[in-house]
């Protein structure tokens, strides 16, 4: 298993697995066109690329945007004995 997540939900219970990719949206209440709607807000997206690198991505969503911005992409190279860096992260808005 390539990656692990540990999700806990007060009132609802906890969630622990491991899986070759994973894939979790985070989605929170908001007031659109006063309505009251679940909005998918953040995601989080794991898998291993062709070259087998682990690559993590942190999206964010608002309805007011064109489309979505990628907060972070954290990467590490496991399998890769020459790395010296155990874990890569790029911080900034990248439109995804």
Same mark, same amino acid.
């Given at each position: 298993?390539?990656?692990?997540?540990?999700?806990?939900?007060?009132?609802? %219970?906890? &969630?622990?697995? +491991?899986? #070759?990719? &994973?894939?979790?949206?985070? %989605?929170?209440? /908001?007031?659109?066109?006063?309505?009251?709607?679940?909005?998918?807000?953040?995601?989080?997206?794991?898998?291993?690329?062709?070259?087998? +690198? &682990? #690559? /993590?991505?942190?999206?964010?969503?608002?309805?007011?945007?064109?489309? !979505?911005?990628? &907060?972070?992409? /954290?990467?590490?190279? !496991?399998?890769?004995?020459?790395?010296? #860096? !155990?874990?890569?992260?790029?911080? %900034?808005?990248?439109?995804?």
């Amino acid at each position: 298993m390539e990656f692990r997540l540990n999700c806990k939900a007060e009132h609802a %219970g906890r &969630l622990v697995a +491991t899986g #070759t990719s &994973l894939d979790v949206r985070v %989605g929170q209440r /908001i007031l659109r066109n006063g309505q009251e709607q679940m909005w998918d807000s953040v995601r989080v997206h794991a898998r291993e690329e062709a070259d087998g +690198t &682990l #690559t /993590i991505r942190v999206v964010v969503f608002n309805p007011d945007w064109d489309g !979505p911005l990628q &907060l972070a992409c /954290i990467q590490s190279h !496991p399998r890769d004995q020459k790395c010296l #860096t !155990p874990l890569g992260c790029r911080l %900034g808005h990248v439109e995804s």
